[in-house]
């Protein structure tokens, strides 16, 4: 396993940009796919975006599609969520998350096996 750790969360307005970082500890790291989720109060936690082990593959929820781009930087084994445009809706805790399905780009939560802390994102109106 991986461990995990996310940075770059805060405050925004409405319309605004954020990037998160996922700095990940081990050598394995390239091995892995990872993901972001996010979880809002009172609700559950939901898939955002996923990237496949070499990036080829990317998958996104359809409420972020065209906003966020999830990257990732083997060679400095951390992964990147840039988030435009961002919605008061999109306030939540992110986590990131990694996943031995290295070739895919996968969106469910039993597919992830090491997560973060998470970090609060918080968009004003």
């Known amino acids: 396993q991986v461990q995990v750790v996310e940075s770059g969360g805060g405050l925004v307005q409405a319309g605004g940009s954020l990037k998160l970082s996922c700095a990940a500890s081990?050598?394995?790291?390239?091995?892995?796919?990872m993901g972001w989720f996010r979880q809002a109060p009172g609700k559950e936690r939901e898939s955002v975006a996923a990237?496949?082990?070499?990036?080829?593959?990317?998958a996104y929820a359809d409420s972020v599609k065209g906003r966020f781009t999830i990257s990732r930087d083997n060679a400095k084994n951390t992964v990147y969520l840039q988030m435009n445009s961002l919605k008061p809706e999109d306030t939540a805790v992110y986590y990131c998350?990694?996943?031995?399905?290295?070739?895919?780009?996968?969106?469910?939560?039993?597919?992830?096996?090491?997560w973060g802390q998470g970090t609060q994102v918080t968009v004003s109106s």
């Open positions: 998350a990694a996943s031995p399905l290295k070739s895919y780009a996968p969106m469910t939560h039993s597919a992830f096996d090491s």
């Open positions: 081990g050598r394995t790291f390239s091995s892995y796919a």
């Open positions: 990237i496949s082990w070499r990036g080829g593959a990317t």
